[in-house]
């Protein structure tokens, strides 16, 4: 049974508590949620939304020989690193989906990826769970070793601003501040891990497409998107840049089996759905935004890639 992992809460340094010390700080990595089990000498691995995604990362199986022959169940996140060795997060989608063996095996020579380990949830069989922070911490850096694409990233020593200011000087995606004193709450959204970013970004429902122009007239120009609410899927605007050629033709493949005839969200406005082509809002993408506007509307959003491994049920309005 995999244990579903503990989610963070979207936040801002004043979500910190003044005193620093009841804090762990940690970089925050732009990837996938893995939950990896090692039992019996073999390592798999299953994403937030229950999909297991061993088979497409097979030099990950490494794990099992990084944890001293024990069985365990841990949390991290799986990355793809540029030139620079930082996590890419648009490199990391060439590796998504891909499950034949020659697929998999070109893909790794092109775009090696790394599994950064930073909680641990079983130990030979047994919760530990209910450990703070720095019990569970100190179980994790004697139990996994870090070599190859198994890594347990240090956390970070100091206060949150010098850990923001590191992570923007890295070129990271933010911050994780964990409270000292926490539980690991499994499958739970919980305020005891703050995430805090130096970009806004939001997951969204792809609910439809429009046609575009010039060159882009008889394909997508634009997607439709929707973040889930109590009256249904919200239209949150449309996102039209950040697309290369080639991410539009895999787009289209991706929609074209979802076709339907009417929208799937409560309040498109008429101007925005008088050409749209309407798809089964199932699958999750990613944007960078400026702000949400009085209407609710992500303004100026760029798109970053598709979420497999989040269900649209998942997705939540990141404030």
Known sequence: MTIAPMLATLGSAADVDEEDEDWAFEMKWDGIRAVATIQDGVASFVTRNGIDVTVSYPE?????RRTKGRDVVVDGEIVALNKQGRPDFGRLQQRMKL??????EAAMRNVPVRYLVFDIMELDGRSV????YDERRALLTATVSSEGPVQVPAAFEGNLAAAFAASRELGLEGVMAKRRDSSYSAGTRSRAWVKIKHHKTQEVVIAGWRPGNGRRANGIGSLLMGVPAEDGLRYVGRVGTGFGDRDLDEIAAHLAPLKRKKSPLTDVPPADARDAHWVTPILVGEVEFAEWTMADRLRQPSWRGWRPDKAADQVVRED
């Open 60 to 64: 990950l199986a490494v794990l099992a």
């Open 99 to 104: 499950t034949g063996k020659s697929d998999v």
């Open 129 to 132: 769970t209910e450990g703070n």
